[in-house]
């Protein structure tokens, strides 16, 4: 059996009565127990980033990895940011918070990321860092084959539930659910004073207690035809039209920080698989989208027609896996633009001289 | 029955075979689930702290306190620190973490602590937050009738427990140690490269990843004539001595705070009332120490032969409560002199400008 933790309710569950899913979905467990989850994202960001560069990153990236107390499991990938940015970002997963931790004091990529040089130039750098008691995580897949994210450590088992198919599905497999409202400390979106200039320097952002992040995926490598030309034709354009309102109504909506990033392959190609990457002030604000938002309810019921449409043939698959944080300030960005992660809607720190 | 989390063990727990201690102890639960523990400590320090100034800053805290979303329990104390200064603390206690970042957010004492006026004049003022999981803290007491710490906060219950008188024994009861040895990523004491000026400034301190926070107490107000004689001329003289051990030996010991506190009763008397708060490099590095050292054995000696000899009819009741903490930069300090908490062994932060 594997290792799961449930609290005793004391806050209801959101499940309708004797709901039943029409169709199967598929949720992350481990075969041994694990205390935190914790994922980084080590980027580079650039208005020119020639594959070049980006390769060269990539490369460091995973040479790093490979050393003592590295990821057990790390993707590439590459977006464009609001500020006409390319990024090369690499994820990386640990499934023990103190490897994490003795990775990140000794690394090569870290000393890289560390050095002075990296406050020059024309290139910024970011590190953000999602880690979370096992209780504040909840995954979910459309189909069990496929392995990314978190997915990919050592002793992951995708296994079937039924905790899907209604809104507030998500929040009930939040284990801490159960006994915690995860409600956002603040009573509006995080104001800034004041625009500080963030060339040139390396800034540490503090995120709010139970900021929610999401990476929310979705794979269409192996589509074929009419599965493929509907992806691209119908679920992808309603996806970027979601993720665009997101964006541009971040006020409203709570999102502090939304990167659609696409994974990329040896030779520097876009492969046929992206991933969403967002913090939203809370959960409760990325249920409100979810739930009432039409550019959600587009993205939600095209997918379930399709699954429903072609069940086990389904090609596309879609995902994502959920944390919801204690505070934290984990997140650095170093001779970044203004516009980059957390920067313009999070109380920013320096190292002190 | 009570609220607690239980792992399946993957670390094999120190308890001796077939392990019965010798004498009861207790431990703290609550009745109601509870997802995170969170204490925090305000405190004021100068070289000349009249009570009529420690008297003001008690009052302005617990109105405070009042407010929205305060603490469910306070205590005032007093010390003496390293650098000679009197310190005036506050320390408080709640169980929803959310509650108290929003009392953190709009509270009379933030509004206070925030001030640019904190950073002038010769008074300094700290502020320390222990937050963490459930899993990740632990709790002992001699005896099963006085309330104290933790054990003043809403539908906390004292249960009889047989997880004591062996070392390790406190490491058992941490939950979280069934699946996480929580050692500490840093392979030495911190090294601090330079000496900053801490006078008239903010600085934020990052604590390292599993950092132990112990707050150790002793409470001897009701004890008469034989008990009250051997508390004040043996265990109260071993105790500190066994804390000169651990302030004089800091690296070796792994201590990177430590402060003797007293708590005061209205009138600004200290009470017979104390506890020790102190903050070590890791778990281990506290065990190492109750373990092997003579200043421990001493305390854990002479405690263990007056509860063996007076039972049930014994009068001094020690107890702690423990924490090991994620990765945190929950400690800030204004305008304090330099050897103030973790300013002399933590990276320091301020805010960006």
Redesign the interface.
């Known amino acids: 059996m594997s290792?799961h933790?449930e609290?005793?309710r004391?806050i209801p569950e959101r499940r309708p009565s004797a709901h039943s899913p029409a169709a199967p979905r598929y949720t992350l467990r481990w075969e041994?127990?694990?205390?935190?989850l914790t994922s980084q994202y080590h980027a580079i960001e650039a208005s020119d980033l020639p594959w070049k560069a980006q390769k060269a990153f990539f490369e460091m990236a995973e040479a790093s990895f490979a050393e003592a107390d590295g990821p057990v499991a790390h993707e590439r990938m590459r977006f464009l940011d609001e500020a006409g940015e390319t990024n090369a970002v690499v994820v990386s997963y640990w499934l023990d918070?103190?490897a994490h931790?003795?990775w990140?004091?000794k690394s090569s990529l870290s000393a890289w990321f560390n050095a002075p040089k990296r406050l020059l130039g024309e290139q910024g750098c970011w590190r953000e860092t999602i880690?979370v008691?096992y209780?504040r995580h909840e995954t979910i897949y459309s189909a069990p084959h496929y392995r990314i994210g978190f997915a990919r450590t050592p002793g992951s088992v995708i296994e079937a539930m039924t905790t899907n198919g209604y809104f507030g599905a998500a929040r009930d497999r939040f284990p801490?659910s159960?006994?915690?409202?995860?409600?956002?400390?603040?009573?509006a979106y995080p104001e800034v004073s004041r625009r500080?200039d963030t060339r040139g320097?390396r800034?540490?952002a503090?995120s709010?207690?139970?900021m929610a992040a999401l990476r929310s995926g979705q794979f269409w490598e192996p589509s074929e035809d009419e599965q493929r030309q509907d992806y691209l034709d119908n679920l992808q354009p309603k996806l970027h039209r979601g993720m665009d309102y997101l964006l541009s109504n971040k006020q409203e909506s709570g999102t502090l920080s939304l990167r659609i990033m696409t994974n990329v392959g040896e030779d520097g190609e876009g492969r046929d698989e992206t991933s969403v990457l967002a913090h939203f002030l809370s959960l409760a604000q990325l249920e409100g989208w979810a739930k009432s938002h039409i550019t959600h309810l587009d993205i939600y019921g095209h997918a379930i027609a399709m699954n429903r449409k072609y069940r086990e043939m389904r090609q596309v698959v879609t995902w994502h896996e959920a944390f919801v944080m204690?505070?934290s300030?984990?997140f650095e960005y170093v001779n970044c633009h203004p516009a980059t992660g957390l920067l313009a809607c999070a109380?920013?720190?320096?190292?002190?001289?």
Chains 1, 2 share one sequence.
């Open positions: 290792f933790i609290y005793p004391i041994q127990p694990v205390a935190m918070a103190t931790a003795r990140t004091q880690a008691p209780d801490v159960a006994i915690d409202p995860l409600d956002t400390p603040l009573t500080l320097r800034l540490f503090c709010p207690h139970n204690p505070a300030c984990a109380d920013l720190y320096e190292q002190a001289k």
